[in-house]
């Protein structure tokens, strides 16, 4: 292994505030003790924790699939879904946990191939928040189905009818989108997870040890391992990349393609996938601020840098967000057409403005007014506010799409508004509850913090003393 030296920084390190051990690259320990604080983390179960779990899966069982059962044997009727409004919160609950699980693909392989060395310690957290997003919006398409049991005709297989799926049909579209992205991010989860269940494995006894021995693959860690390895993860972060922007895409063009006033829009396309990116990120600053909090040994490995870099990439997106959504209302308000009037009348001055204006709040100004701030960014419970205000916006901003533009059709004879009904607000509250609680139970069956990643940063991060100074360099490892 050779190291080729890729960068030195141009300041002179009197001239930074902070001291360079203070980031977590700079900042090494020994290996062992390293792999010690992250198993401590994982079977450290204190009696608060088991409560939690023991809260989020009754929530998930009572009101997922109470509700979705109670839903299933006295039909959509029990659903706040009227004309004109045929889609609700389950819709807005599908594009929402969409825009979420962009958070691993982001955060792990987009900042990979950009070799942007923040990402080490959190990338496994973000990558947990894909599959488990998905997860949580693969769900939706088949509550909104209705008659679920009809799943199976969504699935192209020979019958004896010779019937086959419409690939003309969004459903078809989101049903392959989200199959194809959730495989692909599952793996590209597991792959860098190897290394960590081997060192698991070799620390663990009962039936961890088992566990963690079949999905360590045999792996013994020696170099010709690691860089088949190191090429698989490459690999699948350039392909994974186009997934991401196609689902999200596709996910737009379930609005697009329709000829609905507020809808017909080529802009779609690049505003979800920004507006994805923007909540998914967000979540990410949440979870960690989670981890950081009420895991043992956490405050090691995630640090206020983190928190700080990512504080940068939301400024950016909201920035970002701001643009594509406000260009979007121009053409709508230049297109002339008296109906799409109509709709930006029924945001601007309806009986549900204040969701509209409450959105812009959550979305551009308290982002632009906070993050520009060091101190705010470093610091990890206000980003986990900041990120769950973000949320609420986009949240309200995928509602006002699906259920704003619904009720102001063409002919003003068949206006009306949606309520959602108790029915769809349980079903929504156990998504979330099966989104915390799959988290939860993972947080102690895998390492969420990739090891060997770390290890492998710090190996690469130096001081080098040039006279009295200390400079930061970073070593390429080949």
């Given at each position: ?32 003790e ?75 392989a ?27 919006a ?26 086959w ?29 190897i ?73 779609f ?52 967000w ?31 403005s ?27 419970w ?57 988290y ?39």
């Open positions: 292994m050779t190291a080729k030296l890729s960068a030195f920084p141009k300041e002179h390190p009197h001239e930074h505030e902070e001291d360079p051990r203070e980031h977590l690259m700079l900042d090494p320990r020994p290996r062992e390293m792999n010690s604080m992250v198993l401590e983390s994982m079977q450290d179960t204190p009696v608060s924790y088991w409560v939690t779990v023991g809260v989020l899966g009754l929530l998930v069982g009572v009101a997922l699939f109470g509700a979705w059962g109670y839903m299933i044997s006295k039909g959509m009727g029990v659903a706040g879904i009227r004309r004109p409004v045929y889609w609700g919160v389950f819709i807005a609950n599908f594009v929402f946990w969409i825009g979420i699980s962009h958070a691993g693909t982001f955060v792990s987009i900042l990979r191939v950009f070799k942007a060395e923040f990402r080490r310690p959190f990338t496994r957290a973000a990558e947990l928040m894909t599959t488990f997003g998905l997860a949580a693969g769900l939706y398409p088949l509550i909104h189905l209705g008659r679920t049991w009809r799943f199976y005709w969504m699935i192209p297989y020979p019958n004896q009818r010779w019937l799926p419409n690939f003309h049909s969004p459903l078809m579209w989101d049903m392959l989108a989200i199959t194809t992205y959730l495989l692909s991010s599952t793996i590209y989860l597991y792959l860098p997870l290394p960590d269940m081997a060192m698991a494995r070799d620390r663990s006894t009962g039936w961890r040890k088992k566990l963690y021995r079949v999905l360590a693959l045999g792996w013994r860690g020696t170099e010709a391992e690691f860089h088949h390895l190191h090429t698989a993860i490459n690999i699948f972060a350039f392909a994974i990349i186009p997934v991401m922007f196609s689902v999200h895409t596709i996910v737009a063009w379930d609005f697009a393609v329709a000829m609905t006033p507020g809808w017909h829009s080529t802009i396309g690049p505003y979800f996938v920004v507006g994805a990116i923007l909540s998914g990120v967000s979540a990410v600053t949440m979870v960690l601020a989670l981890i950081r909090g009420t895991m043992k040994n956490m405050k090691y490995f995630i640090r206020p840098e983190h928190f700080d870099a990512l504080g940068k990439l939301v400024l950016i997106f909201s920035m970002a701001g643009y594509f959504f406000f260009n979007d209302f121009n053409l709508e308000w230049y297109g002339g057409e008296a109906v799409g009037h109509a709709v930006m009348d029924y945001h601007l001055h309806g009986p549900l204040w969701i509209w204006y409450g959105m812009l709040v959550a979305n551009i100004i308290i982002p632009w007014a906070t993050l520009w701030n060091k101190k705010i960014r470093r610091n990890p206000a980003m986990f506010t900041i990120g769950f205000i973000i949320n609420l916006g986009m949240y309200a901003e995928r509602f006002m799409i699906v259920t704003f533009v619904l009720s102001r059709g063409r002919m003003p004879f068949d206006w009306g508004w949606y309520k959602p009904s108790l029915v769809e607000l349980s079903i929504s509250l156990g998504s979330i509850a099966l989104f915390l609680f799959l939860a139970v993972m947080s102690r069956l895998i390492p969420l913090i990739p090891v060997w990643e770390v290890q492998e940063g710090q190996l690469a991060h130096t001081l080098r003393r040039i006279g009295k100074a200390e400079i930061p360099t970073v070593s390429e490892l080949e």
